[in-house]
């Protein structure tokens, strides 16, 4: 912590103020000479009084005067006021404190015995003290404008800390939650496919051992799934919105997922290629979630992914019949569909999903063209 200290401000205190004080009494007896008891007395006050300067430094002070008065020193009253001044922010009392000690200095003792010769040297002395007066004045506001400097580097220091801790909690809760995104749209989307395909081999078996093997694989997936879940959300309950990674998908890869699906699907329409990568990656994961959910609960209903483009706006709409059989007991959190909402309100976009009249469901993404 002093490390950086110069090497007299590493000096403790109370030998700072010893030096002080014995430098304020080697001043005081060289000048006292025959003074008057009341003058010793006020010179020891004096001295003494510097002891406390730090915590009293207006008292203190002020009980340096009458040494000043009586007797022609200035240590004393230098040092006091060189206190006052570090430590008061009163720019007024500093000019009087100032004014006071010139006085005290330059008006002869006993008060009784000034000539009219003796009022012009008065005078002369009072302006040359006055003036001296100052080095000590603005000494101490130069030490008190440089430790409020230091103090204030010090909170801007230590404002940057913090905000670079806020920053690399931020960055670390996008990482979550662009993890938590991607565990669900790429993981689940193969490992759901998984279930349902080890589910029709289930049924469809005949060998007992092959009907076992494939009970075991979808019992498998549908832990994973379920864990998978869990996983997500915790993520997601520490993350916040997030940019994209790469490599992305594209609408290019469009044509492969929907063949792949595991369902009966059907691409229709088509979209420019110039529209930027965020964009097509929410196109992208919105038919990809879209088809994981018809696997998962639509067995059997057929599914149609059709792009389109108006003037203002383009986009996706997913739309899938009614089932055909019961469905698996897989797990749903419901995290896709937020996370497509999500995708959609960084783009400006909206997002709907909802059932159909005739038993099925709707997915639309629309996203305005401004905000590619």
């Known amino acids: 912590m002093n490390a950086g200290k110069p090497w007299w401000a590493r000096i403790p205190d109370p030998v700072v103020d010893a030096v002080v ?35 009293f430094p207006l ?36 000019v009087a404190a100032a004014f006071l000690f010139a006085v005290a200095s330059a008006v002869p003792w006993p008060l ?115 864990e998978l879940r869990h996983m997500v959300a915790l993520l997601r309950a520490s993350g916040g919105r997030v940019g994209e990674l790469t490599p992305q998908p594209t609408l290019a890869d469009l044509h492969k997922l929907v063949s792949t699906s595991g369902i009966e699907a059907t691409l229709t329409g088509e979209l420019p290629s110039v529209i930027a990568t965020p964009t097509q990656r929410a196109l992208y994961r919105t038919v990809q979630e879209s088809l994981t959910n018809v696997r998962k609960h639509a067995p059997g209903a057929a599914a149609t992914v059709h792009l389109w483009h108006t003037g203002d706006r383009f986009g996706v709409t997913v739309t899938n019949n009614a089932p055909t059989r019961p469905s698996l007991p897989l797990p749903g959190s419901q995290q896709g569909l937020v996370g497509l909402r999500e995708r959609a309100e960084l783009l400006n976009g909206t997002f709907e999903s909802g059932p159909t009249p005739d038993g099925g469901y709707r997915v639309t993404l629309r996203i305005p063209t401004d905000a590619d």
């Open 21 to 55: 004080v014995a430098v304020a009494a080697v001043d005081v007896l060289i000048n006292l000479g025959d003074s008057s008891r009341l003058a010793t007395a006020a010179t020891a006050v004096a001295c003494a009084a510097l002891a406390l300067r730090r915590r």
């Open 59 to 94: 008292t203190v002070f002020l009980l340096t005067l009458p040494a000043s008065l009586m007797v022609d020193i200035v240590f004393a009253s230098f040092a006091a006021l060189f206190t006052l001044a570090e430590r008061s922010r009163d720019r007024r009392l500093l």
């Open 112 to 226: 009784g015995n000034v000539g009219s010769h003796e009022r012009a040297w008065t005078v002369i002395y009072f302006l040359y003290t006055l003036a001296t007066a100052a080095a000590p004045v603005l000494l101490g506001q130069l030490v008190q404008a440089r430790r409020d400097l230091a103090d204030r580097l010090a909170e801007i220091e230590k404002a940057r800390e913090h905000e670079r801790l806020l920053h690399s909690q931020a960055v670390l809760a996008r990482e979550r939650a662009q993890l938590a995104r991607e565990m669900h749209d790429v993981v689940s989307h193969q490992v759901s496919l998984i279930a349902v395909q080890a589910g029709a081999l289930q049924v469809a078996a005949k060998d007992p051992d092959f009907k076992e093997g494939a009970r075991t694989i979808r019992s498998l997936s549908v832990d994973t799934l379920d």
